[in-house]
């Protein structure tokens, strides 16, 4: 009996070639290579940083050289750069013709005085200067009157001395021939002195005459003038009590009621320039050094800028805020009301062709002082820098990077202060 065996199952296996053996082993080897070609690098960056941080969470600038404008930007207020209040002149009972909003003019009556009591002081003064002019007609009058009869004198005393002269001749001749005695040659030559000394006393007394008639004239002048100046500050006063408005522009709050009692220098409206806005913005404290009058700015109007300047810089800090004034330089815009709100911004110093970096968080958390430069190897280097001016949207670097280095901008409290951080994608 036949046993049966399993050689129907068996199956004749070739030899396994040694060619096809190498290239396997040869793929896997170069496999092998290609993997530590590409792991070796970020096992290596990795070893060399201890901090990772991923590529999403960080934000990155580029440093350029480009024109830095330093500035503020504060929130203003448009308030009208002429805004006179009217003052009572005088002490009175008020009439007002205008209500508040009213828009008016130039030199038009907005409200008028009584006062009985300014009105009879002008009437008094002026009857005072009727009379002073009166006065001093009188004393030219009585100055001519003087000068003439200090003239008659002159000629008098000059007819007499001639007469005295004559009779002197006369009489010497007399003498010289013994026709008339020594007495009476010594009376007639007596008589010509006197006359020729009243003569001289009526000229200079003339002259003295004159003198005093010039000074009293010229005081009566003097009074006359004092009390016409008198008379015109009243009138300008009476003048005043039509309340007229200054400039042209509308009513602002009415301060007193209607046929109110007013004392004197008492408000009583103001009125509002419409055609002359200026911008009142508050700024911090830490640029009061830094601002000047005339610098420039710019006002922000529904999405369009103007230019301005600055023309006011309030000497006091108060709540750690400077108050500024800010006027338009082309052209006031249109449509403008007063305390309305607009954003303001003041150009505190221009720098041209400066290293500038976009601002961050960075500059908080490194104090201004630290900078992180992402190479070309995905790890940023730590870097000590030098910040110089500052404005909204960017940084000056004075020392410590150069133009076309990638920098992280973002906060850096995450790298926790490491020489060398990997930034991972």
């Not at 004749?12 to 070609?37: D, E, N, Y």
């Not at 024109?67 to 308030?79: A, K, T």
């Not at 009376?187 to 006393?201: G, I, N, S, V, Y």
């Amino acid at each position: 009996m036949r046993i049966a065996d399993t050689s129907a199952q068996d199956v004749a296996v070739q030899p396994k070639s040694k060619t096809r053996k190498r290239v396997l082993i040869g793929s896997a080897v170069a496999g092998l290579v290609l993997v530590l070609l590409l792991v070796v690098p970020s096992i290596q960056r990795w070893a060399s940083s201890s901090v990772t941080v991923p590529r999403d969470r960080l934000r990155l600038a580029t440093v350029a050289r480009t024109d830095l404008v330093r500035d503020v930007s504060v929130q203003g207020r448009v308030v009208a750069a002429v805004s006179p209040s009217l003052f009572a002149p005088a002490a009175g009972t008020i009439t007002l013709l205008v209500e508040a909003g009213a828009v008016v003019s130039v030199g038009q009556t907005l409200a008028i005085l009584d006062s009985p009591e300014l009105q009879n002081q002008f009437q008094q003064e002026q009857s005072t200067l009727d009379s002073l002019n009166v006065e001093l007609e009188r004393q030219r009058i009585e100055s001519k009157q003087k000068t003439l009869d200090n003239r008659k004198d002159i000629d008098l005393a000059k007819v007499k001395l001639v007469a005295a002269e004559r009779e002197y001749r006369r009489a010497d001749e007399g003498f010289k021939i013994e026709a008339i005695s020594e007495l009476d040659f010594e009376k007639t030559r007596d008589d010509r002195e006197t006359a020729r000394l009243a003569h001289e006393h009526a000229v200079k007394d003339a002259g003295l005459d004159e003198e005093r008639l010039v000074f009293e004239l010229r005081t009566r002048e003097l009074q006359a003038e004092r009390q016409s100046l008198l008379v015109k500050d009243l009138l300008r006063r009476v003048d005043e009590l039509d309340m007229r408005s200054p400039v042209d522009g509308i009513v602002g709050n009415l301060m007193v009621d209607q046929k109110a009692a007013m004392s004197r220098n008492q408000v009583v409206m103001a009125v509002v320039d419409l055609s002359a806005f200026e911008i009142e913005a508050q700024v911090p404290e830490s640029y009061a050094d830094d601002l000047g009058l005339g610098m420039g700015a710019e006002v922000l109007i529904s999405s369009q800028k103007y230019p301005a300047t600055l023309v006011s810089v309030s000497p006091e800090i108060i709540q750690n805020q400077v108050t500024t004034r800010i006027r338009f330089t082309a052209g006031m815009p249109s449509g403008l009301r007063q305390n309305q709100r607009l954003t303001t911004r003041i150009l505190l110093e221009e720098k041209n062709n400066v290293l500038t970096l976009q601002r961050g968080q960075f500059l908080d958390s490194g104090g201004s002082r630290i900078a992180y430069v992402l190479d070309e190897n995905n790890i940023a280097h730590r870097r000590a820098i030098e910040i110089g001016a500052r404005s909204l949207a960017a940084v000056e670097v004075v020392n410590g990077l150069q133009e076309g280095e990638i920098v992280v901008i973002s906060s850096i409290d995450q790298f926790r202060s490491a020489d060398s951080v990997l930034v991972t994608n």
